[in-house]
């Protein structure tokens, strides 16, 4: 029940990654990568379809060889989320999925080879409407940058990808977004925010190599969020050392908490203490593994007691807050009605369950009327 955003985002070309389209005023994209042996096509469609169910917009498929560039043609049919094939060096492998449907290729021109090789894969890409990713690391910078700046920097990373841009340029194709990613938060910022004043296609946010769960959560939080703040960013992806699954979600908490999109429960939840009326940390732990697979953007706050409990309870879809000898329900700011701890978790899911079905019907009656 939050206003909108107050973020002015940088304005940028819009290109399409299949069906969704990335920068210009579209909805920041969230997209996550497969670890599964492309090869392995039933599983790596079984973790596209999960990733898809988590909320994805777009994945990216790592295609090493030309074995695996066949197998990604069979991924293609069998899935409905478009695909990024991740591709370095060869580029007959780009020509070779280009044909078979890709949806957006990533790749540094500069390595890919000879100028004529490069000219082959982006005159595939512009005959088949496929958008380029320039992807730009800290970690694979080239030699002579290396020498030149001694170590990693911002400045180095930008000129690596201008290097790339320039290639595209020459060859008068516009549809492309970049990213320059590093694992050092301070160095990624200042990067993107060098590169942002100076092309006008779309950015690509991540903090690559960011650790695992809940560190490299936390450093993605808190890279993105100052680069989302300021409107730079287009699409992101949360490199987590951990289920793939998980970076969707994270993703998706990173935009929530900016009002840049929304997708599935807000929880606004205290984080207890010796005044709680009722478990307020078993009760979260319970809802939030429940209430998953809700994908209506709703605002729910559980307070443990009646200190903050009424006020946050107000601005909510529908508050819990904690009292003696019952708990008091507000639904749409208003109080409705008063639960005790027993069952409260199981009429709470349905109290959400309930008001989610309802407001997905009227948003979906706003939108026809619209």
């Given at each position: 029940?939050?206003?909108?955003?107050p973020?002015?985002?940088?304005v940028t070309?819009?290109i399409?990654?299949?069906?969704?389209p990335?920068?210009?005023d579209a909805?920041i994209?969230?997209?996550?990568?497969?670890?599964?042996e492309t090869?392995?096509?039933?599983?790596?469609v079984g973790?596209i379809?999960?990733?898809?169910n988590?909320?994805?917009?777009?994945v990216?498929?790592?295609?090493?060889s030309?074995?695996?560039a066949e197998?990604?043609?069979k991924?293609k049919q069998?899935?409905t989320?478009?695909?990024?094939?991740?591709?370095?060096?060869?580029y007959?492998i780009?020509?070779r999925?280009a044909?078979?449907?890709v949806d957006c290729l990533?790749?540094n021109p500069?390595?890919?080879g000879?100028?004529?090789?490069?000219?082959?894969?982006?005159e595939a890409?512009?005959?088949?409407?496929?958008p380029?990713?320039i992807?730009?690391?800290?970690?694979?910078?080239e030699k002579?940058l290396q020498?030149?700046?001694g170590?990693?920097?911002?400045?180095?990373?930008v000129?690596s990808?201008?290097r790339?841009?320039?290639?595209?340029?020459?060859?008068?194709?516009p549809d492309?977004?970049?990213?320059?990613k590093?694992?050092?938060v301070?160095?990624a910022?200042?990067?993107?925010?060098l590169?942002a004043?100076k092309i006008?296609?779309?950015?690509?946010?991540?903090?690559t190599?960011?650790?695992?769960l809940r560190?490299g959560?936390v450093?993605?939080?808190?890279?993105?969020?100052m680069?989302?703040a300021e409107?730079?960013g287009?699409t992101i992806r949360?490199?987590?050392a951990?289920?793939?699954?998980?970076e969707i979600k994270?993703g998706?908490?990173i935009l929530?908490?900016?009002?840049?999109r929304?997708?599935g429960?807000?929880f606004?939840?205290?984080?207890s203490c010796s005044?709680?009326n009722?478990?307020?940390?078993?009760?979260m732990?319970?809802?939030e593994?429940?209430?998953?697979d809700?994908?209506v953007?709703l605002?729910?706050?559980?307070?443990g007691c009646?200190?903050?409990?009424p006020?946050?309870?107000?601005?909510?879809?529908?508050?819990?807050?904690?009292?003696?000898?019952?708990?008091l329900?507000?639904i749409?700011g208003?109080p409705a009605q008063?639960l005790?701890n027993?069952?409260?978790?199981?009429?709470?899911?349905?109290?959400?369950?309930?008001k989610a079905?309802e407001k997905?019907?009227?948003d979906?009656?706003?939108?026809?009327?619209?």
């Amino acid at each position: 029940m939050h206003s909108e955003s107050p973020i002015k985002r940088r304005v940028t070309r819009k290109i399409w990654v299949g069906n969704v389209p990335v920068g210009g005023d579209a909805p920041i994209a969230v997209q996550s990568m497969t670890n599964t042996e492309t090869c392995d096509v039933d599983a790596t469609v079984g973790q596209i379809e999960r990733l898809q169910n988590a909320g994805a917009d777009i994945v990216r498929v790592s295609v090493p060889s030309m074995e695996a560039a066949e197998a990604f043609g069979k991924i293609k049919q069998r899935v409905t989320l478009p695909l990024v094939a991740d591709i370095h060096f060869d580029y007959q492998i780009a020509l070779r999925v280009a044909e078979l449907g890709v949806d957006c290729l990533r790749i540094n021109p500069g390595n890919i080879g000879r100028e004529d090789r490069v000219r082959a894969v982006v005159e595939a890409a512009r005959d088949r409407g496929i958008p380029i990713r320039i992807g730009v690391n800290a970690g694979s910078l080239e030699k002579d940058l290396q020498k030149k700046y001694g170590e990693p920097t911002p400045e180095a990373l930008v000129e690596s990808a201008l290097r790339h841009v320039e290639h595209l340029d020459r060859l008068n194709f516009p549809d492309f977004k970049v990213s320059v990613k590093a694992s050092d938060v301070f160095m990624a910022v200042a990067a993107y925010r060098l590169l942002a004043d100076k092309i006008e296609q779309p950015l690509h946010l991540g903090i690559t190599e960011a650790g695992g769960l809940r560190s490299g959560t936390v450093k993605s939080a808190v890279g993105l969020g100052m680069l989302l703040a300021e409107g730079i960013g287009d699409t992101i992806r949360i490199s987590l050392a951990a289920d793939p699954v998980e970076e969707i979600k994270v993703g998706f908490d990173i935009l929530k908490s900016l009002r840049l999109r929304s997708r599935g429960i807000n929880f606004i939840a205290c984080p207890s203490c010796s005044r709680q009326n009722f478990d307020v940390v078993k009760t979260m732990n319970e809802l939030e593994g429940r209430l998953d697979d809700l994908l209506v953007p709703l605002d729910v706050a559980v307070i443990g007691c009646v200190v903050n409990g009424p006020g946050e309870a107000k601005e909510a879809h529908i508050g819990l807050t904690g009292g003696t000898p019952n708990n008091l329900i507000y639904i749409d700011g208003k109080p409705a009605q008063k639960l005790n701890n027993e069952n409260l978790v199981d009429e709470l899911e349905q109290l959400i369950r309930r008001k989610a079905a309802e407001k997905a019907e009227t948003d979906a009656a706003l939108i026809l009327r619209s």
